[in-house]
């Protein structure tokens, strides 16, 4: 039988996740508490830390994201202390941890930062590999290199990059939308980058200015632990950087793409092969010499909803997230949304006393600013990090604290096919029905220009390219101000629009 919580080690402030959210948050906690031990519970020997970050305007916000030994964090925080274990059990009632080394650890405030791991297809299927971290980018990259042909299967950040850095491979692409990219871009954007994945790549990578720190020295111990089902951070915007996605023919371009169906079934090689049915070769360009015939035996089959069936190496399962809440449910009764994340309220505190969530893992519950909304990016887990321990530190000596401004506005920068692209407030008219007009400029390789207004007001735009315009269209959706009067001249190349809002 289990006694109470002996108090090994007791902190004010635990938090638990080595992602950005939880690394984020233990930072700003030693910060506000130099005299106080701030624990930071992990699984994995490394963390993400931010660095290099830029506020590129009111809103955007640019950074660079490096893993790092834990003990980086603790020289730069002598208060921090990291543990380097799994979560067992979570206590609420005694604000006490278990981890699984066997240690017990009591909290005063404590802020669960755990992430969210890869919905796989199909799970315990060798032929298919989630890609959420460096360890499965890595796993990745070995599969490529005997690869002739893969699959895969989303819509996603993850999904779009893939498909444009890898050569010398066919890959068949599965989304279940009309167009690519569909949480990032509206039908118009999306053919806008497809043509560029259609163009030769330019050959020359451009340097890359995020440095890496690999985890080869202590891969070994690592690798027993990662095999039993440890799941490691979240991959960054340039994760593939690093990584030569190479299979192994001589070409650099071979995309195919299903659009507007999902996975059906797949079959395995014996499977197939009693199946008796018949496969689909790689479809040819009318240009093209087709690289394989379905004479070609795979040893995965997939068949599709519209009945289509493509052999492969393997499938690549980038279809989202669900955030990781497993280790803290047992005998705690959390309010939990509908996308399966810790509901927090407005100042990140969950259902029960005392406990916080940040990340991935927690679902925004408050009512939220009508340009903003919440998505499971490296952005948004670094504000609510922030400002997690921005409300842990006021609650704890008894004071109020405002709303942090980064929520006002949806507002998040990446790169897409090597163009930087900005997506602001109702970027794609979310949940604005069909009360919305749409303004838009496109130069063909060049920039594409999306302001999304209602009732004369901008609610949203997406920019790719050098467009200059974040800032200007950030103050007009920040304002609000009635833009009727501009009409189509609001996006007009041969007017300056900052001239007007200035």
């Not at 005299?35 to 809103?59: C, G, M, R, Y």
């Not at 650099?252 to 199946?275: A, D, G, N, P, W």
């Not at 942090?404 to 604005?432: I, M, P, R």
Request: hydrophobic share 35%.
């Amino acid at each position: 039988m289990e006694g109470p919580c002996s108090p090994p080690t007791a902190g004010k402030f635990v938090v638990v996740g080595g992602g950005i959210a939880g690394v984020t948050c233990a930072e700003q906690l030693a910060i506000n508490f130099p005299s106080e031990d701030i624990l930071l519970i992990t699984a994995s020997p490394v963390i993400k830390a931010v660095t290099n970050f830029k506020q590129v305007s009111k809103v955007l916000e640019e950074f660079d994201v490096e893993e790092q030994p834990s003990t980086m964090l603790e020289n730069r925080f002598p208060n921090i202390k990291v543990i380097e274990s799994g979560v067992k059990q979570l206590k609420s009632k005694e604000h006490c941890i278990l981890t699984e080394d066997g240690n017990q650890h009591i909290y005063k405030k404590l802020c669960l930062c755990a992430g969210a791991k890869p919905k796989l297809i199909c799970e315990g299927n060798p032929y298919v590999l989630g890609i959420r971290d460096t360890d499965s980018a890595q796993e990745f990259q070995k599969q490529l290199t005997k690869a002739k042909r893969i699959m895969i299967i989303g819509n996603g950040g993850i999904a779009l990059e893939l498909v444009y850095e890898i050569e010398g491979c066919e890959v068949i692409w599965v989304i279940k939308d009309k167009a690519i990219g569909n949480t990032f871009f509206d039908a118009g954007a999306a053919e806008f980058l497809t043509s560029k994945l259609i163009d030769e790549k330019p050959e020359a990578k451009i340097a890359q200015k995020r440095t890496r720190y690999t985890t080869e020295g202590w891969k070994k111990e690592v690798q027993a632990r990662a095999n039993a089902g440890n799941i490691g951070s979240a991959l960054g915007p340039d994760w593939h950087e690093g990584l030569d996605l190479k299979g192994t023919k001589e070409f650099s371009h071979k995309i195919h793409i299903e659009t507007m169906c999902e996975v059906k079934k797949i079959y395995l090689q014996e499977e197939f092969r009693i199946s008796e049915k018949k496969s689909l070769t790689f479809p040819r360009d009318h240009h093209d010499q087709s690289v394989t015939t379905d004479k070609e035996i795979w040893p995965v089959y997939v068949e599709l909803t519209n009945e289509k069936i493509y052999g492969c190496d393997f499938i690549v399962s980038a279809t989202g997230v669900t955030p990781n809440i497993e280790p803290f449910l047992c005998g705690n009764n959390f309010d939990v949304g509908e996308d399966g994340g810790l509901k927090v309220d407005d100042h990140m505190h969950t259902s029960l006393p005392d406990i916080y969530a940040a990340g991935d893992i927690c679902t925004a519950s408050w009512h939220p600013s009508p340009v903003w909304q919440q998505m499971r990016l490296w952005t948004q887990a670094r504000q609510m990090g922030w400002y997690a321990a921005k409300c842990m530190a006021a609650a704890s000596v008894g004071e109020s604290i405002d709303m942090d401004f980064s929520f006002e506005l949806f507002a998040h920068v990446t790169k897409f096919f090597n163009y930087k692209v900005v997506l602001l407030g109702k970027y794609n008219a979310q949940g604005l029905g069909s009360n919305h007009e749409l303004l838009l400029r496109c130069t063909k390789g060049q920039e594409y220009i999306k302001a999304v207004l209602q009732n004369g007001r901008m609610m949203g735009a997406v920019l790719i390219g050098e467009t200059d315009l974040e800032e200007t269209f950030e103050n007009l959706i920040l304002n609000q101000m009635n833009l009727s009067a501009y009409g189509e001249d609001l996006l007009d190349p041969n007017i300056d629009i900052e001239d007007y809002f200035d």
